[in-house]
């Protein structure tokens, strides 16, 4: 295992064609959003379903969807700050039960601050599986399946790492060895949350659910936007935290299809006009990752399950789920 990141960045055998290009698909980044912009409101391209979905998928189907990166979510950080997941209680309903593959305790007495945001987050994930468990009620809610949130070297976390260029091919990355880790695993899973409520929200028919779908939408960006806080800040001192980061972001790229809509912490510029017609190029940050309109983008299950998974094909197992996910909605897209 590897209780640091290492320097020198080597693509994993799994996923090193699709990162061959990575460098000239962020250079398109721009173009994209350029061209998004002009399309209708949840046009096809960014939207959650298929027309096909659209139409047969409920509002228990959405919801049970997202329960099941709920239970992802919420037991990696139940594990990371408590060294252990979450109580029984909370696991049970239709489907096949799952466990839970590795998960132990970060110290975070390095960084006392990062710890206690660790535990507030920790808290929200268990609250939000608790409330989607509770809007389902007992004869629709999906169980917990099988999690792999392991340090193995063949485990979820090392096959994103080493697509990532954070480890070398064969190597195992540990995300409870250190707090940087930490940051790195977290940010492989938050961003993806926010995109897929995102893009859940169109296809919601009842408005109590579409404000509950939003709220944890809100709780999902705010989490991405503290962890991406985190990384860039501590990228200032270490320059690898921005370049591992870029390097999870062109991965998750590579999995969910053609367009490049992932951003990366990496820093950029902005040019304002002054008051004397003169113009002035200012270093920004890239805290919050939207198009030119300053809206996030959206996935659809497909392309969620795509990175869940960590799969470009057409899959209903693998990767953070090794025996899939529970409901109707368990299928990633073929890419």
Same mark, same amino acid.
């Given at each position: 295992?590897?209780?640091?990141?290492?320097?020198?960045?080597?693509?994993?055998? *799994?996923?090193?064609?699709?990162? *061959?290009?990575?460098?000239?698909?962020?250079?398109?980044?721009?173009?994209? $959003?350029?061209?998004?912009?002009?399309?209708?409101?949840?046009?096809?391209?960014?939207?959650?379903?298929?027309?096909?979905?659209? +139409?047969? &998928?409920?509002?228990?189907?959405?919801?049970?969807?997202?329960?099941?990166? *709920?239970?992802?979510?919420?037991?990696?950080?139940?594990?990371?700050?408590?060294?252990?997941?979450?109580?029984?209680?909370?696991?049970?309903?239709?489907?096949? +039960?799952?466990?839970?593959?590795?998960?132990?305790?970060?110290?975070?007495?390095?960084?006392?601050?990062?710890?206690?945001?660790?535990?507030?987050?920790?808290?929200?994930?268990?609250?939000?599986?608790?409330?989607?468990?509770?809007?389902?009620?007992?004869?629709?809610?999906?169980?917990?399946?099988?999690?792999?949130?392991?340090?193995?070297?063949?485990?979820?976390?090392?096959? &994103?790492?080493?697509?990532?260029?954070?480890?070398?091919?064969?190597?195992?990355?540990?995300?409870?060895?250190?707090?940087?880790?930490?940051?790195?695993?977290?940010?492989?899973? *938050? =961003?993806?949350?926010?995109?897929?409520?995102?893009?859940?929200?169109?296809?919601?028919?009842?408005?109590?659910?579409?404000?509950?779908?939003?709220?944890?939408?809100?709780?999902?960006?705010?989490?991405?936007?503290?962890?991406?806080? +985190?990384?860039?800040?501590?990228? +200032?001192? #270490?320059?690898?935290?921005?370049?591992?980061?870029?390097?999870?972001?062109?991965?998750?790229?590579?999995? =969910?299809?053609?367009?490049?809509?992932?951003?990366?912490?990496?820093?950029?510029?902005?040019?304002?006009? #002054?008051?004397?017609?003169?113009?002035?190029?200012?270093?920004?940050?890239?805290?919050?990752?939207?198009?030119?309109?300053?809206?996030?983008?959206?996935?659809?299950?497909?392309?969620?399950?795509?990175?869940?998974?960590?799969?470009?094909?057409?899959?209903?197992?693998?990767?953070? $789920?090794?025996?899939?996910?529970?409901?109707?909605?368990?299928?990633?897209?073929?890419?």
């Amino acid at each position: 295992m590897t209780p640091n990141p290492i320097a020198a960045p080597t693509d994993s055998a *799994e996923l090193a064609d699709m990162l *061959e290009d990575r460098a000239t698909r962020r250079a398109d980044r721009r173009a994209f $959003f350029k061209a998004a912009a002009g399309a209708a409101v949840a046009g096809a391209a960014l939207g959650w379903a298929s027309a096909a979905e659209a +139409q047969t &998928v409920t509002d228990a189907d959405i919801l049970n969807f997202a329960l099941n990166l *709920e239970y992802l979510e919420a037991q990696f950080y139940s594990f990371a700050v408590n060294g252990a997941g979450l109580g029984p209680t909370l696991l049970t309903g239709s489907g096949k +039960q799952g466990a839970v593959t590795g998960g132990r305790a970060v110290d975070f007495s390095g960084d006392p601050i990062i710890g206690r945001m660790a535990r507030e987050i920790a808290a929200d994930e268990a609250a939000h599986v608790a409330y989607l468990r509770g809007q389902l009620g007992t004869a629709t809610v999906v169980a917990q399946p099988a999690l792999d949130i392991s340090a193995s070297a063949t485990g979820a976390f090392s096959k &994103v790492a080493q697509a990532a260029g954070i480890v070398a091919a064969g190597v195992a990355f540990d995300p409870y060895a250190s707090i940087d880790n930490f940051l790195l695993a977290a940010y492989v899973f *938050e =961003d993806v949350g926010v995109t897929a409520y995102k893009g859940a929200a169109p296809l919601i028919t009842s408005k109590a659910y579409l404000e509950a779908a939003a709220g944890i939408l809100a709780v999902e960006a705010y989490h991405a936007a503290t962890l991406r806080t +985190q990384l860039f800040n501590r990228g +200032q001192t #270490n320059a690898n935290l921005i370049t591992y980061a870029q390097g999870i972001s062109d991965a998750r790229d590579s999995l =969910d299809g053609a367009t490049d809509i992932d951003q990366g912490i990496t820093p950029g510029s902005t040019t304002i006009t #002054n008051a004397d017609a003169t113009t002035t190029t200012l270093a920004v940050s890239n805290i919050v990752p939207t198009d030119q309109n300053a809206v996030v983008y959206s996935r659809t299950t497909g392309q969620v399950l795509n990175i869940a998974y960590i799969t470009s094909t057409a899959a209903t197992v693998g990767g953070f $789920f090794p025996a899939g996910v529970n409901g109707t909605i368990a299928t990633s897209t073929a890419e």
